[in-house]
């Protein structure tokens, strides 16, 4: 019986930098993790050992290095392309280039005006940037844009009541619950020429509102909200995908130390988490189609 190869790819993942854009008054400081995934059309590298056309994955992460030299200044997405586009132009043998970048903004610490040609920064404490590109050799990008790990926290106000029932239900019903998420919200654009940093900043902010606006009934409720505040705020974009946790967070006991907890510590592990997905996808008007030239 015979066997042939079917798709086949390799990579390097876990290239992580730094970019300083020092070309404004106020600069600019990301730390960047880069996946690379090249899919080939070699064969021959797996069937036979024949490395002659095979480029070396350290290949791979000094390109990402190289070009993001040419793109300190640039958006994720764009930076991205231009990876994705140099590796296909590399070699032949790419039929698809799948790009991840993960960023982190370090914090200035302002003086007004800078007083030294150098500028002083606290390292990320927020969420991260980031973007997934495909690109095709015959084909266009696909892009994924988003927000990673971003983590909120309401002191109260949520509930959670109503739930079905089984054998092995223990969980109480609660009125007033104090409510954690760490989430990843990511969408897909609705067409070309995006203004993705415009873009990012609008749905964080609608994300940061809608959480302080909304009364959450449970993890599904709020994460769907949200989903629903990005397409409402950033009219650019076509779906948008909510993902994460709800974070426990108990009461500590600490009666037997003879401390009463009027609801100020609470566990913070995170080890065990419950996890949440939805995607929410903008209808198209009606008596119109789909709308074309999306990615």
């Not at 190869?5 to 876990?14: L, N, P, S, V």
């Not at 500028?119 to 990008?141: C, I, K, Y």
């Not at 009364?215 to 948008?240: I, K, N, Y």
Request: include cysteine.
């Amino acid at each position: 019986m015979g066997h042939s190869i079917g798709d086949h790819a390799y990579g390097e993942c876990g290239i992580e930098f730094l970019l300083v854009d020092r070309a404004g008054t106020r600069q600019r400081v990301r730390r960047f993790r880069a996946d690379v995934r090249l899919l080939m059309d070699h064969p021959e590298v797996y069937r036979d050992g024949d490395n002659t056309r095979l480029i070396p994955v350290s290949s791979i992460s000094n390109s990402v290095l190289a070009i993001g030299a040419q793109h300190a200044a640039s958006e994720p997405e764009s930076y991205a392309l231009a990876l994705a586009e140099r590796f296909l132009s590399a070699t032949t043998r790419v039929r698809t280039a799948d790009v991840r970048l993960t960023s982190s903004e370090f914090s200035p610490l302002l003086s007004d005006p800078p007083t030294t040609p150098a500028q002083h920064f606290s390292a990320p404490a927020r969420h991260q940037d980031h973007v997934h590109l495909t690109l095709p050799r015959h084909g266009e990008p696909a892009v994924r844009s988003g927000l990673l790990n971003m983590e909120l926290f309401a002191t109260g106000g949520a509930t959670f009541t109503g739930f079905a029932r089984d054998a092995y239900t223990t969980t109480q019903a609660v009125t007033d619950r104090v409510f954690g998420a760490r989430m990843n919200v990511t969408w897909r654009h609705a067409g070309t020429g995006t203004d993705h940093r415009q873009c990012r900043a609008r749905a964080e902010q609608a994300v940061v509102k809608a959480f302080g606006e909304h009364t959450s009934r449970s993890s599904q409720h709020t994460f769907h909200h949200l989903g629903a505040a990005v397409l409402d705020a950033c009219p650019e974009v076509a779906e948008v995908r909510v993902e994460g946790a709800h974070l426990t967070r108990g009461l500590v006991d600490l009666a037997p130390f003879g401390v009463a907890n009027e609801s100020r510590v609470y566990t913070a592990t995170d080890h065990q988490q419950s996890t949440v997905t939805v995607t929410i996808h903008r209808t198209a008007p009606e008596n119109q189609g789909p709308r074309k030239g999306t990615v």
